[in-house]
């Protein structure tokens, strides 16, 4: 049977260990290269949306894992002219090993997982950003130099808009794996009560201690990461209305001075230096934003080896 990745929750905690212990094998293997694994396999992504990490960091793993990416664009596919995504999936099927696609609407994604015979993975749906969420946990284990498991107090806070595809997936991956999540946003962008219910179960057997605060300074108090995200993602229409509501929850000198004295300063990328956080915080000594952006090629190579080689 073939693993899909089409959101957070495709994965048990215990398979989420393995895919890092995999990746901290792989990450230091990375001098000597990886190839072989996946010599002879081709993955096919599909992008409706840009990508600067994503579209890279998927093209150089499968390169170094000896197997081929190909980049097909919004206007690269019959898609674009109509064809159905159920259509596109039968037939990439009958080419490639497997299907990374970033997408506006997640039901696309599920579309796409349905109707492929090879493992689908999101590269970001409106709704969820697995891969980066593996990756942000993942790097967070490596900066604690891999405990066998996260502090009972550990605690992310995340910063800005409560209701994107990285606060959702950071919620889904906090609540199984037991790590505290507090999300400070306004009443206006709060997570969907949807996501809320998705996480019950796990929440009520990690104990994850899973709020929503919409005071910022409350939220990152003694926190140990502080993540923060763009006000407007992709796709969004109401910039300058996110913007104004957003404004409180820049993640600056004085929201990081109430976290504790070492936290951890996390951004998915690509910035708005100005906008959600400033250029002191993001280019300062707390922030770990481009290891984190680094290891997503290192998570990526352990997701593509776990799903096309089955
Ligand atoms: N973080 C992330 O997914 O970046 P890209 O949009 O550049 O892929
Ligand atoms: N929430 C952002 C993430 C970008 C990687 C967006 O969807 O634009």
Known sequence: MKRDLTYDFDFSAKEIWEIFELTRKLKNKLRSRTFGSLRGRSL?????KPSTRTRVSFEVAMTQ??????????????LSRGETIADTARTL???????MARVFFHQDIIELAKNSTVP?????SDE?????GLTDIYTIWEKLSFPKSFPRDFTIAFVGDGDNNVTNSLLLLCARLGINFRIACPKEYQTKE????LAKDDISKTKAGIKIINNPQ???KDADVIYADVWVSMGRQDAEERKRILAPYQVNKELVFGAKEKVMVMHCLPAHRGEEITNEVIDGPNSIV????????HVQKAILVKLLNG
Do not use: K, T, W
């Open 44 to 48: 096919a992504m599909l992008f409706q």
């Open 65 to 78: 894992l000896g197997g081929h990416a190909l980049y097909l664009g919004p206007n690269d596919l019959q």
């Open 93 to 99: 099927s009958r080419y490639v090993d497997g299907i």
């Open 120 to 124: 689908v993975i999101n590269g970001l």
């Open 128 to 132: 969820f950003h697995p891969c980066q």
């Open 194 to 197: 949807e996501i809320l219910d």
């Open 218 to 220: 409350e939220a990152v």
């Open 290 to 297: 481009f290891d984190q952006a680094e290891n997503r090629l």
